[in-house]
């Protein structure tokens, strides 16, 4: 038999309230949407111990003592890597003998769950104290700063591989079906290579790059695409770019192309990606992207395009509203990877 929700403290209360008021248990079930046994087990409850609370409940004693709690919880916090095994000898040195699953569910009691490691960007100390220097120096910059910023990057999407993920509504045992199924082939399939920007006021220009990418390649870029972009955004006089610190973005000679174009630039912290909000805008477009389901190179490159086109302003200009939290974020997590 499935297990019932427990009524909420207010529920309960108010059951002895109707009680009270001299309702009986078949009219306060049919009030309140309750069996009518329940509304009798609260209210003998109420009229014993005097309260509806939950009383302390019998079980079988815990396998793992307060003290054998307590050392587990500290290693796994001063080493998250641990294993269960690890800690099932452990205990067993210590003289209690347990199973891995009573070890998972003593970490669970305490809010530790197993989880696959995320993977980040390396961070040096270096770039440790570079994000925290930016995210301390802008902390405080208004709205309208960072509205006038175009924010730029590359990436990759493949043709079938890991960005091709939807969820589907299946029964048991179809899970082969072609229609719940997404195909693959070795090395994805292919994949291009794209150059996007974007600021508050919507999606900027999206270019296919269809060579290996350098600093004359990217230069070419830059002389056809943000200025563009900047017009068709209408972008305030002294808008800013952004762009990270690739080694095509801060070779001397792009430096110095761009200083002749009169760009005014952001300053970045290197190994930053969760600092670029066009990082969200890329996810948003792989999404769409995977549920169209392109077949080759030729129609992935029309979705892109297509569907960047079809971004709403309203998610470019929340990405950009929100930018605070990201740099609060930074400080709070003392200059190391944040959840953006």
């Not at 350098?214 to 209408?234: D, F, H, Q, V, W």
């Not at 200083?259 to 969760?274: M, N, T």
């Not at 029309?302 to 079809?310: D, G, V």
Request: aromatic content about 6%; glycine content about 6%; hydrophobic content about 30%.
């Amino acid at each position: 038999m499935a297990k019932t929700k427990e009524l909420s403290n207010d529920t309960r209360n108010k059951i002895v309230d109707l009680h009270q008021a001299g309702k009986t248990e078949s009219a306060i079930g049919k009030q309140l949407g309750v069996k009518k046994s329940t509304v009798g087990a609260i209210i003998r409850k109420w009229k014993t111990y005097k309260t509806t609370d939950n009383l302390p409940r019998s079980g079988a004693p815990r396998k793992i003592s307060p003290h054998g709690v307590k050392m587990i919880t500290r290693t796994v916090s001063k080493n998250p890597r641990t294993t269960r095994g690890d800690l099932v000898n452990d205990l067993q040195r210590a003289g209690t003998k347990v199973t891995k699953a009573t070890i998972s569910n003593t970490l669970r009691r305490q809010g530790l769950k197993s989880c696959s490691a995320r993977r980040v960007p390396l961070l040096k100390p270096v770039h440790v104290r570079a994000r925290l220097k930016f995210a301390r120096e802008h902390l405080h910059d208004p709205e309208e700063d960072w509205e006038n910023v175009i924010w730029s990057d590359e990436t990759k999407i493949e043709l079938f591989g890991k960005n091709s993920t939807c969820r589907v509504w299946r029964r048991k045992n179809a899970e082969l079906h072609p229609k719940n199924t997404i195909p693959t082939v070795k090395h994805g399939g292919g994949n291009i290579m794209l150059w996007g920007c974007f600021s508050a006021k919507g999606p900027g220009r999206l270019i296919r790059v269809k060579e290996r990418m350098n600093g004359a390649m990217y230069r070419e870029i830059l002389s056809k695409n943000p200025l563009p972009s900047a017009r068709t955004l209408k972008m305030k006089r002294g808008w800013v770019f952004q762009h990270d610190n690739d080694p095509k973005h801060t070779a001397r000679t792009t430096k110095e192309w761009l200083r002749k174009k009169h760009f005014k630039v952001l300053e970045w912290p290197s190994q930053s990606p969760d600092l670029n909000p066009i990082e969200n805008l890329w996810r948003e477009l792989k999404i769409r992207v995977a549920q169209r389901q392109p077949q080759n190179i030729t129609a992935l490159e029309e979705i892109c395009m297509e569907e960047w086109a079809k971004l709403p302003a309203t998610v470019c200009k929340n990405l950009v509203a929100t930018y605070r939290k990201r740099l609060t974020s930074v400080i709070a997590n003392k200059g190391y990877i944040t959840k953006y």
